[in-house]
């Protein structure tokens, strides 16, 4: 059966999950930071994640974009 190789860090996951290492509402690691220790492209992670979240393993909120002090005008 062929893998896919998101499945290298998904299955981590998921047995951090089982195990109790890993509880609703922690979060998972960043998309960068699976890309850098996996060597994954970010396609390859967001497809881990999309599995994840098919599976109910995990869940994703929108982060509000905020505006910056740098982007306000100066008075």
């Known amino acids: 059966m062929k893998k896919y190789k998101y499945e290298v860090f998904t299955s981590k996951i ?3 999950i089982k195990n109790g ?3 609703a509402g922690d979060r ?4 960068r930071r699976i890309k850098q220790e996996y060597g994954l492209s970010t396609s ?4 881990g994640f999309d599995d994840l979240m098919f ?3 995990a869940t994703s ?3 509000p974009v905020i ?3 740098w982007g306000q005008k100066r008075k």
């Open 61 to 63: 909120f929108p982060v």
């Open 28 to 31: 998972l690691p960043s998309i």
């Open 21 to 23: 290492i890993l509880k």
């Open 14 to 16: 998921e047995e951090n």
């Open 67 to 69: 505006v910056s002090l």
């Open 55 to 57: 599976k109910g393993l």
């Open 44 to 47: 390859s992670v967001q497809s």
